[in-house]
């Protein structure tokens, strides 16, 4: 689909309901740091081939618009907050912004 940039497959061929997952590039998708993202991968939750296509349609238009007004097409985890927020070199947080 859409000149190869999406992909649909099923990860594993023995499951009872395959699920579709898909797999989706853009070209110059960026992370929150700025660094070049190749693929932006999820699962559908769909067994359903028109469904998943649908989703995977729609997912590739908000990845496209995010990359065209130069947002960042993958968000911070709490994770990746607390990870910024803590200083784990010092022991201390790290000073907030004023």
């Known amino acids: ?14 499951s009872k309901r395959p699920i579709y997952h898909m797999r989706i590039h853009v070209h110059g998708m ?3 740091h700025g660094n070049k993202v190749t693929y932006w991968q999820s699962t559908t939750n769909e067994s359903d081939l028109e469904e ?16 065209k007004d130069n947002r960042p097409v993958v968000e911070l985890s709490f994770a990746d907050v607390y990870a910024l927020w803590w200083c784990p070199s010092s022991g201390f947080l790290a000073p907030r912004a004023a």
Not at 1 to 10: S, V, Y
Not at 52 to 67: N, P, S, V, W
């Open 52 to 67: 998943a296509r649908r989703i995977a349609l729609d997912k590739f238009d908000e990845l496209r618009l995010l990359t």
């Open 30 to 32: 960026r992370d929150i």
């Open 1 to 14: 689909m859409k000149e190869g940039q999406i992909l649909l497959f099923h990860r594993a061929a023995n």
